[in-house]
């Protein structure tokens, strides 16, 4: 199972935050720490406060020396700084991670809530194996054409990575609370063979009875907010050290941005609220995704192995809407 704790990524963009706060409230600027500590480069105090670069133990201590702090403040930032240094350690967890899923997996672990949108396709931690496949073998078309050295790396090894992110949802006992809009287009005939999609929706009726999974079915001319259309794929990471700043993934056809920024934040919230809102219901959507299965191609017994098209009697709920957390 990937671990519950967050990965030495987060350790250090969070390591950073709080050696930025403390140099601040010691009334330093950046040159007046090298200067009084005798690194070479301003470049190194930088990294380290915007998390690009591994810590060294010692480094933190001169400069928690510097900064006049506490003994049990020293402790919490001495223990994420060895966390921040154990990408190694991190990444046995892993059958297998490339670096493309990596990024995810990193601000996957350790999430208390996962809220993502996508406009034409499953969630990568929905996905099964032959979606996916199909998913990434299109992209790389793309990639090809377009003369992508990378275009030819091995699809299966991307496969396995991008389901080893999948086992975070089911871990016990600290699985995430997730929560999803998925558009009807990404489940209807444009997105693959019939088989495949049998296996997809199948796989999503399963998931949506999980107490911590919650799904919504977005239908294709349902109205959101004042006629507004979302114009990417989104995630928004919330993390169980609620001093670990949450996160925004606006996920491209083939650049990807991270951000920390409030406002940012707070409208992909808004806007999660207003598909959430106008989306179906769960429990409508287990019975939209039961329907979905039966109509494919010689699949019209499929209904029987889900019995009645009801939703799970015992869900975790919200606490309160996601612009107030």
């Known amino acids: 199972m990937p671990p519950a704790s967050p990965s030495p990524i987060l350790r250090r963009r969070r390591l950073g935050t709080e050696l930025r706060r403390l140099r601040e409230a010691s009334g330093l600027t950046g040159d007046q720490v090298i200067e009084r500590i005798g690194w070479a480069s301003a470049s190194k105090l930088s990294r380290l406060e915007n998390g690009r670069s591994r810590p060294d133990p010692d480094d933190v201590r001169v400069l928690l020396d510097l900064y006049?702090?506490?003994?049990?403040?020293?402790?919490?930032?001495?223990g994420i700084t060895r966390e921040a240094g154990d990408m190694r350690g991190w990444l046995k967890n892993y059958p297998v991670m490339t670096q493309q899923q990596r990024s995810f997996a990193e601000l996957e672990a350790g999430c208390a809530e996962i809220s993502e949108y996508n406009p034409v396709l499953v969630p990568g931690l929905l996905q099964t194996p032959g979606y996916a496949s199909v998913r990434i073998a299109s992209a790389r078309q793309v990639g090809e054409e377009?003369?992508?050295?990378?275009?030819?790396?091995?699809?299966?090894?991307?496969?396995?990575?991008?389901?080893?992110?999948?086992?975070?949802?089911?871990?016990?006992?600290?699985?995430?609370?997730?929560?999803?809009?998925?558009?009807?287009a990404a489940l209807g005939g444009r997105a693959g063979p019939p088989e495949v999609l049998h296996e997809q929706l199948t796989q999503l009726c399963e998931l949506a009875m999980?107490?911590?999974?919650?799904?919504?079915?977005?239908?294709?001319?349902?109205?959101?907010?004042?006629?507004?259309?979302?114009?990417?794929?989104?995630?928004?990471?919330?993390?169980?050290?609620?001093?670990?700043?949450e996160t925004l993934a606006i996920e491209g056809g083939f650049t990807d941005v991270m951000s920390t920024e409030a406002n940012a934040l707070n409208r992909y919230k808004v806007v999660f609220e207003w598909l959430c809102t106008a989306a179906l219901s769960a429990s409508d959507t287990l019975s939209w995704l039961i329907e979905a299965t039966g109509r494919l191609p010689g699949t019209a017994a499929s209904t029987v192995a889900y019995g009645s098209a009801t939703a799970p009697t015992q869900r975790r709920r919200h606490s309160g809407r996601l612009t107030e957390r």
Not at 150 to 179: F, H, K, N, W
Not at 215 to 225: A, K, S
């Open 68 to 78: 006049g702090a506490g003994q049990a403040l020293r402790d919490e930032l001495l």
């Open 146 to 184: 377009a003369g992508d050295p990378e275009a030819g790396e091995d699809i299966d090894t991307e496969v396995r990575a991008r389901l080893a992110r999948q086992s975070l949802l089911t871990r016990t006992p600290d699985a995430p609370r997730y929560t999803a809009v998925l558009e009807e």
């Open 210 to 245: 999980l107490p911590n999974i919650t799904l919504h079915v977005l239908p294709r001319d349902t109205q959101i907010g004042g006629w507004y259309l979302p114009p990417t794929a989104f995630s928004v990471y919330r993390f169980a050290d609620p001093l670990d700043p």
